[in-house]
C-alpha cells in the first residue's frame, strides 16, 4: 500500500479524521489534501460561539492546522486549492491553485471525496448585499465577526428556525442586538413535532428574539450594497445584519459531474465502507449518505459526529483494514441561551410517512430532584409504536442538564428497546443530578399498557 | 380481589409505590400500611442536602406525608407502628402501636415486606456517645440537623468513604465543620477501582476534606456522654460530630425470624414478581433481592431507583396484574462539592471474581468543546471483556456535566453492546455539551482492536 498515493478532497472532518487514520495505520502512505479554503479541521458547530464572543479567536476553533498537518502527521495538506473536475477512469483530479490561478492533473490510486456541504442561499431579488451570511465555513463565520465589527449592525434578522438559526439567534441576542426570526414553519426547529417545536419558539420570545412564522423570505431590500431589509411574503423586516439559515446542501456538483451516482437529498450514494460507484473513489462527511437505523432508509444528515465516524471508518478501510459504518437514529442537541433541546429517532410525520402506528407521551418533570437547587422543567416527548411498544423517538426541551439524557434515547433507540425497557433501565440517581425516575423514564411509563 | 387486605410493612419508597399502584389498579381494595417511624415517602438521599442547609426544611424531603395517603389515595397509613413478628401460615403480623403500647395481631390476604434497610453501626468502646450518628431515615437526618443546631460542632469525622461518607463530607464542608475522613480502603468510593478512586481521593482533599486511608475505626472517646474523638488503628482524630457511613444491611430479622429464606447481604429472596418463598409474601426495595444483569446472579443494593421499581412491580402483581423486575447494573452516582463521580456494571475485581479477562481504557477529556467556556474534565474508564468486546463496567469521574453520561453506559451495558457499537453510537454533539466525540466514545475507542 505504501507507494500509492491518496488524495482527500475537503481538509475539514471527514476528510482529516480519515487522512490522520491512514497515517496512523500507514507511516509511509503519500496523503494529498485539498482544500479551497484556508483552514484545517475547525469546528464548524463552533462559529455561532465565536460571533457570540464566548471565544476569544477563530484560531482556537482549529482543531489542527494545515501546517501541524504537515509537519506532525506528515500528510501534504494544500489549502488554497480547489479541484475542479474528477476523472474517475482516468484516476486524476484537476486542481487550481487559487492563488497563482495555475491548475494541475494530479493522479491518484485512491480518492477519498469530503467536500462537505454548503449554506443553501437562494438568489432572491437583493441577495447580492453586503450584510447577508450563510454560515458554514470558518471564513463564513470570521467574515461576519468582522462584517459586525466593522460595521456595528443593530437590528438582525435570522432566516430559518433551525439549529443554525437557533444558535446565531443567540449569538446575536448576547451581541445585545435587536434579533427577528422568520421561519416558514407553525413552529422554528421543523426537526421537532410542532408542540415541542412551540416550546423552543417560547424559548426564543424568552430571550428577547421576535419570531415570525409561518412566513417566508421573497427577497432583500438594501442600500449603496448594504442589506437594509428582509422582505418577506408578508412585511418588511428592517435589518443590519441577516443571518440565512435554510440548512445545508451537500456540495456533490464535482462527483455528480463525474457520473458518480447520488442518493438521499443529492449526498454520494455509499456502501456500508464508504465506498462509491466508482472504483478506488470513497466519499465521508457531510456530502455522503448515511443510513437511518430506525426507518431502515438511506439518509442524510449533516453533522460533525457522523463526519468524524464516516472519516474514520472510510480511513481504515483505506489503509486495508476493515470497518463499517452502521448508520445513525438523527440525534441533534442544541441550545439557546439557558434552554436546551435535543431530539433522535423519529417524528410523528417521519413515523407517518413509515406507515407505522404509533403512540405518544410528553411529560414534564425536573432535571434534579425537586428540592435540589437548581431543578428547572424538563420536557420530554417520546413516540413508540403501537403493539410493540418499540421506542422510536425521542424529543427534549427544558434547562439546563435537559438535552444530554437524549443519549439514553439514541442508545435505547439503537438497541431497539421498548418503552417498557427503556422504565427497567438502571439509570443513575442522586439528588443533584435527577429524580428517582429520570424523566426519560417518567415518559417511558406514561407509554406503558 | 377487591375485599382482600393488603398490608405493607414500610411507608417509604418500595412500600408506598407498591401500595399507590395497588389503589390504582383497584380503587376498592383494603389497603394498611404499617412504619415505624413519623414518616412516609421521603427521600433518604436528600437527607445530606438538608443538612448542608442546601434544602430549608426536612418537609421538603416528604413526597406524600401520611394524612396525604389516609386523604388522597384512602390507604390507610399508619405511622408509629412497628410490626414486631410475621406469621406468613396464620397470614397475621403481630403491631404495636409505639405511642400507646397496645399490641394486636393484624390478619392480611397479602402481605408486602418493604423495611427497608439500616446503617450498619457496630457496638464499639465509646459508641453510645451523643453526636455518633448513621444516617438512613429521615429521623436520624433531622436529629444531626438539630444536635448541629445545639451543639455548633467545629470538628467533625466522617467514618467510611461510600455515598453517604463523600455526601455528608459536603454537607459538613458546606456548614464550615473541619473534616476529617477514615477509610479503611485503599482509597475512598470502594465501588470504583482504586485508580478511579484515586481521584475522588484527590477530590475530596481538594474541597478540603483530610483523608486517613487504610485505617480502621476501632472506637471513639467521650467526655460527659458526648463524643470527643474518634479512635481508629492508628491515631485518635478529635471530633464534636462523627457521620457513621460503613454502608447498610438489609432490615430482615422480622422475615428471617418467619422462616422466610433470604439471600445476598441478608436480603429477602425474591422472585422476579418480588414474590417470597411463603405464600402471599412479597417483598421489596432495600430489603430485597435483586439481580445484576451483567454478572448474571443475585445482587443486593440499597438504592431509591430500585426500591421505587421493585415497588412498582410487586404493586401491578398484588393487583392481579403481571410484571417482571429484570435486576440491575449496578450504576450509582454521587457528588462531591463540584466533583461528579458516578459507575455502572462491574469493577475489575468484580470482573475477576467471574473469571472473565478483560481489557481497559482510561481516558481524559472535556465534558464540553475544549474551545466553549465551561470545558472541565472527565475521566472516564471502560472495561470490556477480552475478545468479544462486549462492554462490563464504566467508571466516570469529572467537574459539572460528567456524571449523568454513565446513564449511556448503563443502557449500552443492559443492551450487551460492545465497545464497536459505543463507538458507533449517535450521541448528541453540540459545542456546550460535549466535544465532537463524546468522553464515553473516546474512551472507548481506545478499546478497539
Tied chains: 1, 2.
Excluded at 471527514?14 to 479554503?37: L, N, T
Excluded at 443533584?432 to 426519560?440: A, I, L, Y
Aim: one cysteine or more; hydrophobic letters at 40%; glycine letters at 12%.
Amino acid at each position: 500500500m505504501s507507494t500509492q498515493r491518496l488524495i482527500v478532497i475537503g481538509g475539514d472532518a471527514a476528510g482529516m479524521s480519515a487522512a490522520a487514520k491512514v497515517r496512523r495505520e500507514d507511516p509511509q502512505r503519500e496523503i494529498v489534501v485539498f482544500e479551497r479554503s484556508p483552514h484545517t479541521s475547525y469546528s464548524a458547530c463552533g462559529m455561532p460561539y465565536l460571533i457570540a464572543g464566548l471565544i476569544d479567536s477563530p484560531e482556537r476553533l482549529v482543531a489542527r492546522s494545515p501546517e501541524k498537518f504537515r509537519e506532525k502527521f506528515n500528510i501534504d495538506a494544500r489549502t488554497g486549492h480547489e479541484v475542479l473536475e474528477l476523472d474517475p477512469s482516468g484516476q486524476r483530479v484537476r486542481v487550481t491553485n487559487l492563488e497563482q490561478g495555475s491548475t494541475t492533473w494530479e493522479p491518484y490510486d485512491q480518492l477519498l471525496i469530503a467536500t462537505g456541504a454548503a449554506a443553501i442561499s437562494p438568489t432572491l431579488p437583493g441577495s447580492d448585499s453586503e450584510g447577508i451570511f450563510g454560515l458554514s465555513t470558518l471564513a463564513s463565520g470570521i467574515q461576519i465577526q468582522q462584517f459586525m465589527d466593522r460595521q456595528l449592525p443593530r437590528r438582525a434578522v435570522v432566516v430559518g428556525g433551525g439549529y443554525i438559526g437557533l444558535e446565531m439567534a443567540e449569538a446575536l441576542v448576547r451581541q445585545g442586538l435587536q434579533v427577528s426570526l422568520v421561519e416558514k414553519g407553525e413552529q422554528v426547529m421543523g426537526t421537532l413535532d410542532p408542540d415541542m417545536g412551540a416550546l423552543v419558539s417560547d424559548a426564543l420570545r424568552e430571550v428577547g428574539v421576535t419570531l415570525y412564522l409561518q412566513e417566508s423570505l421573497v427577497g432583500y431590500e438594501s442600500a449603496n450594497g448594504l442589506v437594509t431589509g428582509v422582505v418577506t411574503d408578508q412585511r418588511t423586516l428592517q435589518a443590519d445584519l441577516v443571518i440565512v439559515g435554510l440548512g445545508t446542501r451537500p456540495n456533490t456538483a464535482l462527483a455528480a459531474a463525474s457520473g458518480i451516482p447520488l442518493g438521499e437529498k443529492g449526498s454520494i450514494r455509499v456502501t456500508p465502507r464508504m465506498q462509491t460507484a466508482a472504483v478506488n473513489v470513497w466519499a465521508a462527511g457531510d456530502c455522503a449518505e448515511s443510513f437511518h437505523l430506525i426507518s431502515r432508509r438511506p439518509f442524510h444528515i449533516a453533522l460533525g459526529t457522523v463526519a468524524n465516524k464516516q472519516g474514520t471508518v472510510a480511513g481504515i478501510n483505506l489503509s486495508g483494514g476493515y470497518a463499517t459504518f452502521p448508520g445513525v437514529v438523527g440525534t441533534a442537541v442544541s441550545k439557546i441561551c439557558k434552554y436546551e433541546v435535543a431530539r433522535t429517532g423519529l417524528t410523528e410525520r417521519e413515523i407517518r410517512e413509515l406507515g407505522l402506528l404509533y403512540n405518544t407521551a410528553t411529560t414534564k418533570s425536573k432535571t434534579r430532584a425537586g428540592y435540589y437547587p437548581g431543578a428547572g422543567w424538563i420536557t420530554v416527548k417520546l413516540l413508540a409504536e403501537q403493539g410493540s411498544g418499540r421506542l422510536l423517538g425521542g424529543q427534549i426541551v427544558g434547562l439546563e442538564g435537559a438535552a444530554k439524557r437524549i443519549d439514553v434515547l439514541a442508545t435505547a433507540l439503537t438497541a431497539g428497546m421498548t418503552v417498557q425497557q427503556l422504565v427497567d433501565l438502571d439509570l443513575s440517581y442522586a439528588p443533584p443530578f435527577s429524580p428517582v425516575w429520570d424523566p426519560v423514564q417518567t415518559a417511558a411509563r406514561q407509554l406503558l399498557p
